[in-house]
């Protein structure tokens, strides 16, 4: 099962855009996964809502996609707080991750991704090497939220074909 994290909690975000756009191109593939957003959730502490969203997507999952903000050089904190809360051993250990990375700046955040990835090793998270930078991500979207650059369309769908052999 896969779940992909949309790695905000701003609203109205372009990285919840960028997600959106993974699960349309994994569904066209024949994948169905779960979408989490981390709009409006509380990672403060282990809530009943939390401990429910880990027993239904978290914990069943064994494949994550991140799409990941660039938040002053690095991920944003309330991802950093998802995994703090978590139940570690069950939610991560063994699991397998794919990494992309999203600014308006010129980097898509790449050192956030590397940043990330140091996070998820602790953790026991196995990622695939092939991290996707998309930067200037406003000028890659339409009105209504889909990627038109056909350049970017196709190294994603690269990267998640990769990651369905992975
Ligand atoms: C708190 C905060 C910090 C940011 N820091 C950076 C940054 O370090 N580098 C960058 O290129 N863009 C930065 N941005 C702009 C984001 O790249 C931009 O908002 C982009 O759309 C991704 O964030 P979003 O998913 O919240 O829209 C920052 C945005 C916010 C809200």
Redesign the pocket.
Known sequence: MYTIISG?N?AD????KIARQYDYFLRQKGIEPNFLSLENMDVNHRSPAMIQLEKTILIPAKKFIFIA?????SIPGVLKSLIDISDIKNVWWGKKALLAG??????GNLRGMEHFTGILHYVKVIVHPNKLPISI??RLLDAEGKITDPATVKVINQQLDEFIEF
């Open positions: 905000t701003r975000s372009n990285t919840i903000p660039e938040y002053n050089g999203v600014s308006t700046g010129r980097a991500v406003d």
